[in-house]
């Protein structure tokens, strides 16, 4: 409908990028800040939870720098898989969750993590 739109992709990926690198890294550094209070409040160890928090914080400043930037991407998937399986099946949260901590917006983060997965960051990187 809005053919002319479509010379913003690339600054719409970036803008994505940015994002998702500013989500992961915050996440990640509340992993490491207290990961002694996080690991209980997420039910894994504490060393489970140091390097959860560091691949957030490497993943999450790889795809918004656009380095290496499929790898981050799929790198954090995993990480969102997860959380989905373990809000799933572990805590039995449903798809919306009770006051929005459902799996749904682990999923969303899946979805935008493939999306910069598959087109390789767009052309605003500094790495391919």
Do not use: C
Request: glycine share 14%; charged share 15%.
């Amino acid at each position: 409908m809005f053919p002319v739109l479509s010379r913003f992709t690339d600054i719409g990926i970036l803008l994505l990028r940015l994002m998702v690198g500013v989500v992961f890294v915050s996440s990640g550094y509340s992993h490491l800040k207290d990961p002694e209070g996080r690991s209980k409040s997420i039910g894994m160890s504490k060393g489970f939870t140091v390097f959860l928090g560091m691949a957030e914080v490497a993943g999450g400043l790889g795809v918004a720098a656009g380095v290496l930037t499929q790898i981050a991407a799929f790198g954090l998937i995993l990480i969102m898989l997860g959380a989905i399986q373990k809000k799933m099946f572990v805590w039995h949260t449903g798809f919306w969750g009770e006051k929005s901590s459902g799996w749904h917006y682990d999923l969303i983060f899946v979805l935008m993590n493939l999306l910069i997965a598959f087109t390789d960051g767009g052309s605003y990187v500094l790495v391919k």
